[in-house]
């Protein structure tokens, strides 16, 4: 694994790279209103799209996102995606394809400073939004002008635009991480207050999202980062935990208490109790008493 800060990167991207194996397609086009993709496709490369005018849309597996002008959306390996037009206006765009295998690019991980790397600002997602983008788009239209007319040293002038094209990346991504962090923790503090709330209800990862203003795949990978745990196995663990309160505190029966911690049947809520705490309802709640030295029978 690489750890090196951008200047060294780019300095060895230059030298060793094979500029027609780096790009695996590029294009500029017009898609009219109402065209399609006819279905989800991914591939190994990585997906550079810069909308020029209009405005299109990329299906994800979880996700619809729009993209508009001077929108840039940088799409990770293998991300199953499809684009398509809506039937109201045209959509222009830059679309650059760059496959890093086999490049200085293929082992960074983590440990590098070099934040245009997508992996390091989308991890476990599968693509990024840039919003204003106007600057890359310049960058990329130097590159497929450049690609399609193949001038004298046209793969030396490729790469150095390249290398500009990261440093901007680079940037963007720098200030997009600082603004992911400070996000995380305020979404990390909502998502937990939400379900502390709302135990009693029906409680998913979408319902939350919704609630919150975020996509449910950012919500997860989010909440899963910081807390070592999923949402649901979360909000599992905080069942089982007010359940034991109400079952040492209270004279509710088993029924009620699954009810009051969001679980309808109450042989699951028996079956997830035990799971988690190698004991039915009724057992700890004996033992409970036992300890606080309580007359046993009076919840019978």
Known sequence: MYNLDNKTLINKFISEIDIDKFVWRYYINT??????????HNHKAIELIHVLDGH????????????SKNNCLLILPESKHQFYVDNNKNCTLINIHFIT????????????????????????EEYLKISNSVKLGEIMKKIVDELTVKN????????????ELFLEL????????????STSKELLKSVIKFIDM???EDISPNKIAQELHFTPSYLMHTFKNSMHISVMEYVRVKRIEKSKMMLRNTSSNITTVAQKVGIS?????SALFKK?????????RKMALLQNNTDTNIYK
């Open 56 to 67: 299109g849309f990329m299906k994800f597996n979880s996700d619809v996102e729009k993209i």
């Open 152 to 163: 004298t040293d046209y793969k030396l002038y490729v790469s150095l635009s390249f290398s």
């Open 276 to 284: 988690y705490t190698s004991m039915t309802p009724k057992e700890y």
């Open 198 to 200: 709302n135990l009693a």
């Open 170 to 181: 680079s940037r963007i991504c720098s200030s997009l991480l600082k603004s992911r962090r």
């Open 101 to 124: 295998e086999n490049t200085p690019l293929k082992n960074l991980g983590k440990n590098t400073d070099a934040c245009f790397y997508p992996g390091i600002t989308v991890p476990n």
């Open 31 to 40: 898609f009219n209103e109402g065209w399609s993709m006819p279905d989800f």
């Open 265 to 269: 049947n109450s042989q699951h809520f």
